[in-house]
């Protein structure tokens, strides 16, 4: 019989193996492409704050600021987890944005690892718990979001880690959990401000414990003395988000959202039609929420059980699902494109995903039937979102199909351009559709793809011509089909060997 130290060491091991894992599969399919903004702005910023010790980025590319400057309007969270990346890329003489998509893939592989341990500590089993890290992580839209430049990964990360932390304290009761509850709350805040609204979520998780608690007799002090330590544990990341929006816009609540919202002409939360958003988040095939991640749906079988096995964390789960929905029906551009799927959505998978442990113990013969088939279809539609880079299909609309955008644009911000909404209730639109097209298309060019030299793709306005609009997006086919070379095969026979070798040793030790 396995003692104590031995099953920790392997479930240790088996940790570090999802990371390893994880991480070999997110190299696998990074994305050959540096046309997001949010990344490019990313590395702008970096560049700006490690060669002359400043925010702004070059003239065009952000928002003028309170001193004519340009500057970036996303959060200073991501940038500074970039700063390693960035520097090593100094120091070894490589492009240092050649290293910051490694933030996300890092990112994505930690928030694996954190499934796992966050279920496990529910009480479910190693190999429950592995199953519940690798729906999340690979066949939820989270996959996709491991190679995109984007913040969400980052904001769900934290978040989670956030409520992990604090289920940890109403287990321990140590005080030290509500500090680290609190810091990575920050953390998602100063990456996305949108974050704020996941804290009545861990909040509700704290007051829950003390609430139905019978071993602590003066609950309103011992409430209001934890919320107290929260809120001041939050106070220098309030303020940093606060500094930084003063020195760049002249306000401590301008994000610079605002600033392009005047400008454009738009109110982003007045006559927003919230049905549409709500329907169009769940229910329409251009950005349903289950489309995108169909083992999400298993949430709803398997919450009743959850709740009874686990109350306080399925309310703390639910009422941060609530919150997010809620929010981001009444956004103007609940869409969030230009993106795979519903990318403002991507924090709340973690809470559909991990009750669906509650019923993987012994599931009937139609249930595990169905489970299978869920997270099949899962996996399917994950690979032709990460083969495929989201940019084609809209460029798709516009070039090949006509599609009018709608287009916002004013003096001193960015130019934004959507799909009319009309577009993502209609079947015949659908993007997962559209990828599966792509993704043979693009078989059937890849032996027969001319090459195309750097210069000419540099100087070149013709988006038809451009490799992500007609082969696969992993930058290592990028660099044999663009740089004449066969060296970026070495790539993917490295990360092969890296996940067979870790697979091997997820089986051992998942079965220990």
């Not at 686990?310 to 551009?333: P, Q, W």
């Not at 004013?410 to 097209?437: A, C, M």
């Not at 078989?443 to 540099?458: F, G, H, I, P, R």
């Amino acid at each position: 019989m396995m003692n104590s130290n031995s099953s920790d060491r392997s479930s240790n091991l088996l940790i570090i193996d999802i990371f390893l894992f994880s991480l070999a599969f997110y190299l696998l399919i990074l994305s050959g492409l540096n046309i997001f903004d949010v990344g490019q702005a990313r590395v702008d910023v970096l560049s700006s704050l490690t060669n002359h010790f400043d925010f702004n980025v070059p003239t065009g590319s952000g928002v003028k600021g309170v001193d004519g400057r340009d500057y970036s309007w996303f959060g200073i969270g991501s940038v500074l987890l970039g700063i390693p990346f960035y520097l090593l890329g100094k120091l070894l003489h490589i492009e240092p944005a050649t290293l910051i998509p490694l933030v996300n893939v890092t990112i994505s592989a930690s928030t694996n690892c954190l499934m796992y341990v966050f279920t496990s500590s529910i009480g479910y089993s190693k190999r429950i718990s592995l199953t519940i890290s690798f729906i999340y992580g690979f066949t939820t839209m989270a996959c996709y979001y491991a190679k995109d430049p984007g913040d969400q990964s980052i904001e769900t990360l934290f978040i989670l880690f956030s409520v992990y932390c604090m289920h940890k304290h109403t287990i321990t009761q140590k005080t030290s959990y509500i500090i680290y509850s609190a810091f990575s709350i920050g953390m998602a805040v100063i990456t996305r401000i949108n974050a704020v609204i996941a804290i009545p979520a861990v909040l509700t998780l704290l007051l829950l414990e003390y609430i139905f608690s019978e071993f602590y007799q003066d609950k309103l002090k011992q409430i209001v003395t934890c919320i107290c330590l929260f809120c001041i544990c939050l106070t220098p990341f309030a303020a940093l988000n606060m500094w930084y929006n003063y020195y760049r816009f002249g306000s401590v609540f301008e994000t610079g959202y605002g600033i392009m919202a005047t400008k454009w002409g738009l109110n982003i939360f007045a006559g927003t039609n919230t049905i549409i958003g709500l329907t169009g988040l769940l229910f329409s095939p251009g950005k349903g929420f289950f489309f995108y991640s169909p083992p999400t749906l298993f949430f709803f079988i398997s919450v009743y059980c959850f709740f009874k096995l686990n109350f306080k964390i399925a309310l703390c789960f639910v009422t941060l699902i609530i919150s997010y929905f809620a929010f981001y029906s009444k956004y103007l551009f609940w869409h969030g494109d230009w993106a795979w799927g519903p990318r403002f959505l991507l924090a709340t998978i973690p809470y559909f995903i991990i009750p669906i442990a509650s019923i993987l113990s012994n599931p009937s013969g139609k249930l595990k039937t169905f489970i299978v088939a869920g997270v099949i279809l899962g996996a399917a539609i994950q690979i032709t979102a990460i083969s495929i880079s989201p940019y084609r299909y809209f460029n798709y609309l516009k070039l090949n199909e006509n599609i009018k955008f709608d287009i916002a644009q004013g003096d001193g911000v960015q130019p934004i351009q959507e799909p009319p909404t009309e577009t993502y209730f209609n079947w015949r639109r659908s993007p997962i559709l559209y990828h599966v097209k792509f993704v043979y298309d693009s078989a059937k060019k890849l032996s027969n793809y001319n090459y195309v030299e750097k210069t000419y793709l540099a100087n070149n306005n013709d988006v038809l011509s451009q490799p992500y609009m007609n082969i696969f997006d992993f930058k290592w086919l990028y660099l044999n089909y663009i740089n004449h070379t066969y060296k970026g095969i070495l790539v993917p026979l490295l990360m092969i060997i890296v996940l067979c070798a870790c697979g091997k040793n997820i089986y051992i030790h998942s079965n220990s």
